[in-house]
């Protein structure tokens, strides 16, 4: 739904990305345009006074369904529609403190409800769109939620049984009309519930260690726990941020992780405001490609999943392809990579470079060009990107620096820089967070961004940061020329019968590169060797013309185990013995967040994996 056709606001809708707003030449140069957060109090004001520096500039880029064309919203445009939100959230009778919650796809609106709210001192609380009701209706409570604003009819329909369990819960608002949908004296489609007027900005006085929003870690066992971040905490955060990298006024965000994610909340929402940067909001991750092509991005936030994907299906291509085109790919990632070292002082220069400039146009330049044809870098988080795509992407032009965080530190610890970005690690602390390891070389982090702590849960509280403020990463980590280097995670690291200890997202990294595995993970715990439970990546096994059976599960399991068993063999050969895998096992459902094996942030949920199989990893054990 466009909020436009019910604010006097005018909009300048166009159908081709190259039509921005005058103003917009004026920033082209690499000059910076950012906002001193030392100076200001909160989020509310980090926005007002971008408003007072660039009201013309382009803000967001939004497709309206309607006209099929993209809107160029200015921080103007931004602000009036800011103005109507608070005084419907006033009409609501509304005070500082209260709780507001999001469930919306992104969208400009999320940040004008945001925006808004925060002005007024209200607590946002994020959740993601297709989280459980269950889920959904545990953290409203939690929080005393007193108003929610969802997307459209099919989610309401999905939710609304629940949503009658919260009993905090007075408003709830639709950025769609409801016809059809059940009845609720709560419910308002925002159309009607927004003033029509143009309504007048308004200012209030927010303390820097207020709390401004609550955000539900998607955990991978139990229930979520409510992260409590400070306007101080995350302000500090993007000041962090902007000194570790350069975000320019030209610079174009592309936003399509969730915005209830604190990864793309900082990064991809905040930053950008205290930066003058423009954010393009995806429709979704099934039109982000056609998308990059039009709003052709220069930032791009991102999580390793997109990679592989990506990764993935370029091996599957090269399959079909001659020798001399796979030729030509190897050697446009290795001579890119070798020059990536030489340029970091980490190589030496070869007279190969010279090739570059062909192998770019051949190679690199038609799978650069499906990200847009302008990046200039990806900050990429949320898990570990492995350092073989990272190789490949780099290798081809593709500017990738790896990042490290979570949501109790708002979120970012540490990130590469263009100048000193070593791939296999997630980069150096972010200027004036201090780090170090515990006995046992778990990540501990101190600094003004950690969380205010746990919405009603002391105890966890207490058990995650000490009484000197350190908090407890749960990361393994080695520290070296200030970069960190996960080398596992201390919970799920696997013990053996044997007393062997496995960290398995390493291996399960490497596992995961083989073009016939889309998804693996490791069983061991208290077991006498190691085994994999995966999900195959069908299309590349029909793709090979080698396979005569292009049904894998109507080979017999005997001969397809030995298959795999070879191709992870061939992937983990360079991993200590005691870390070979003896047995697999194929899962014919993909996990998935629907499903219920990957949190939200695409992490695996182990518990309900060995939940799920737990038959299938018995039948890998028998006779031992």
């Known amino acids: 739904m466009n909020i436009a056709k019910f604010h006097n606001v005018s909009r300048t809708l166009v159908k081709n990305t190259k039509d921005q707003p005058k103003v917009r030449k004026k920033n082209m140069k690499d000059v910076t345009d950012y906002i001193d957060t030392d100076s200001i109090d909160n989020l509310f004001q980090l926005f007002c006074e971008r408003l007072n520096r660039s009201p013309a500039s382009l803000a967001y880029k939004q497709y309206d369904e309607s006209t099929g064309l993209w809107g160029n919203y200015s921080w103007a445009d931004v602000a009036d529609d800011i103005a109507c939100w608070q005084a419907a959230f006033k009409s609501e009778q509304l005070i500082a403190g209260d709780a507001v919650a999001i469930m919306i796809r992104n969208c400009r609106e999320w940040a004008i409800f945001d925006i808004a709210a925060l002005s007024m001192g209200l607590v946002v609380i994020p959740l993601y769109t297709e989280d459980r009701p269950d889920n959904v209706s545990y953290i409203l409570n939690d929080a ?7 997307d459209n009819d099919e989610q309401w329909n999905e939710f609304y049984k629940t949503l009658n369990n919260v009993t905090s819960l007075k408003r709830i608002l639709s950025l769609s009309s409801m016809t059809g949908a059940p009845h609720d004296t709560r419910l308002r489609w925002i159309s009607d519930w927004l003033p029509k007027d143009k309504c007048e900005l308004k200012h209030s006085d927010i303390k820097s260690d207020a709390l401004a929003t609550v955000v539900y870690t ?5 229930r979520p726990k409510g992260v409590m971040l400070s306007h101080r905490n995350i302000l500090w955060n993007i000041k962090g941020a902007l000194n570790s990298v350069t975000i320019y006024p030209s610079d174009r965000f ?3 992780l969730p915005l209830c994610h604190t990864f793309e909340r900082t990064v991809g929402y905040y930053l950008p405001i205290c930066a003058n940067a423009s954010v393009s909001y995806a429709r979704s991750i099934a039109d982000l490609a056609e998308d990059m092509l039009t709003t052709k991005p220069t930032v791009m936030i991102t999580v390793p999943r997109i990679f592989e994907r990506i990764h993935n299906k370029i091996q599957e291509q090269l399959l079909g392809k001659s020798n001399t085109a ?14 990536f070292l030489s340029k970091q002082k980490r190589g030496s220069w070869h007279a190969s470079f010279l090739m570059l400039p062909i192998l770019r146009k051949l190679v690199s330049k038609k799978i650069l060009a499906k990200f847009g044809g302008s990046i200039r870098l990806c900050i990429c988080g949320g898990a570990a990107l492995s350092p073989q795509i990272s190789r490949m992407f780099i290798g081809l032009g593709l500017p990738i620096l790896q990042g490290y965080g979570l949501t109790e530190h708002s979120p970012i610890i540490s990130v590469n820089r263009l100048q000193n ?14 780090v170090k390891t515990s006995d046992v070389g778990e990540l501990m982090v101190r600094g003004p961004s950690v969380m205010m702590g746990y919405l009603n849960n002391k105890n966890a509280t207490d058990e995650l940061i000490d009484h000197e403020g350190w908090l407890s990463t749960g990361d393994i980590v080695e520290i070296r020329d200030k970069h960190i280097f996960i080398t596992g995670r201390l919970k799920e690291i696997i013990v053996m ?3 062997e200890k496995v960290p398995p997202s390493d291996l399960e990294m490497a596992i995961q590169q083989d073009i016939l595995i889309e998804q693996v993970m490791l069983i061991g715990e208290q077991r006498p060797y190691l085994t994999a439970l995966i999900v195959a990546n069908n299309d590349a096994w029909k793709q090979d013309p080698a396979n005569e059976n292009k049904d894998l599960f109507n080979i017999p399991v005997e001969k397809r185990n030995k298959i795999f068993l070879q191709q992870i063999k061939n992937r983990i050969k ?3 013995g005691y870390a070979q895998i003896h047995n697999v096992a194929l899962c014919q459902e993909p996990w998935s967040i629907e499903n219920g094996m990957l949190t939200p942030t695409l992490k695996l949920r182990r518990k309900q994996i060995n939940a799920k199989y737990a038959s299938k990893i018995e039948e890998m054990y028998q006779g031992h």
């Open 326 to 339: 796979r030729n030509l790919f190897t050697d446009a990632v290795e001579i890119g990579y070798q020059q």
């Open 218 to 222: 998607s955990g991978t066992t139990g």
């Open 144 to 150: 005393n939620v007193q108003l929610l604003l969802i």
């Open 574 to 576: 360079e991993f200590p």
């Open 497 to 499: 019968s044997n007393g």
């Open 254 to 256: 592309v936003s399509f």
């Open 421 to 434: 970005n070593i791939p296999e690690s997630v980069g150096i602390p972010l200027p004036g967070v201090e």
